[in-house]
T-cell receptor, first 115, second 112 residues
């Protein structure tokens, strides 16, 4: 069964350092999402891609966060500099498109701890 | 924007009993309602979903019901098993945006 891949699974960094997370969606899925999940809460959307284009990044803190999907396949989310409040699970999801564009499949996530 | 409320926040049931989790949404334009199961340290897993043109959907021990008039939907798990213990999230999506708004989650504990 095809799955969304994410790496690393865990990341510990010190504040003011740069971190990057990688996501490889299910093959053929054109829509890719990045979410942030704070412990004890539901995921919150950070950015949505359709192929290589950003559809919505209104919730992305652009002063320190950036996201790209250069070839419309895998994607990278970067934080620079990291702050203590960025500690969370960062989830990637992808959608098959067409009539099922809203059906999202999540990866295992990257647990970020900022010290 | 959309707001999704989920209740209860925690739920304990005896093995074999049924569990019901309820969600309400605010945007009448929402038309897609998935449920996710999240185990500790893992990503959310889609377990069942329903669209606004359907009132009920079943998959083995899991069922979801939707009341568009009242703007609420529910997850029903029958014959619960210890492996059903996890955090369950409901979500809603509005046609055209394809973006999910999640509830705050329900921690389900199934006691053997």
């Amino acid at each position: 069964e095809a799955e969304v891949a994410q790496s690393p699974r865990y990341k510990i960094t010190e504040k003011s350092q740069a971190v990057a997370f990688w996501c490889d969606p299910i093959s053929g899925h054109a829509t890719l999402y990045w979410y942030r999940q704070i412990l004890g809460q539901g995921p919150e959307l950070l950015v949505q891609f359709q192929d290589e284009s950003v559809v919505d990044d209104s919730q992305l803190p652009k002063d320190r966060f950036s996201a790209e999907r250069l070839k419309g396949v895998d994607s990278t989310l970067k934080i620079q500099p990291a702050e203590l409040g960025d500690s969370a699970m960062y989830l990637c999801a992808s959608s098959p498109g067409g009539q099922y564009t809203d059906t999202q499949y999540f990866g295992p996530g990257t647990r970020l701890t900022v010290l | 924007g959309e707001n999704v409320e989920q209740h209860p926040s925690t739920l304990s049931v005896q093995e074999g009993d049924s569990a019901v989790i309820k969600c309400t949404y605010s945007d009448s334009a929402s038309n897609y309602f998935p449920w996710y199961k999240q185990e500790l340290g893992k990503g959310p897993q889609l377990i069942i979903d329903i669209r606004s043109n359907v009132g009920e959907k079943k998959d083995q021990r899991i069922a979801v019901t939707l009341n568009k008039t009242a703007k609420h939907f529910s997850l029903h798990i029958t014959e619960t098993q210890p492996e059903d213990s996890a955090v369950y999230f409901c979500a809603a999506s509005t046609a055209g945006s394809y973006q999910l708004t999640f509830g705050k989650g329900t921690k389900l504990s199934v006691i053997p």
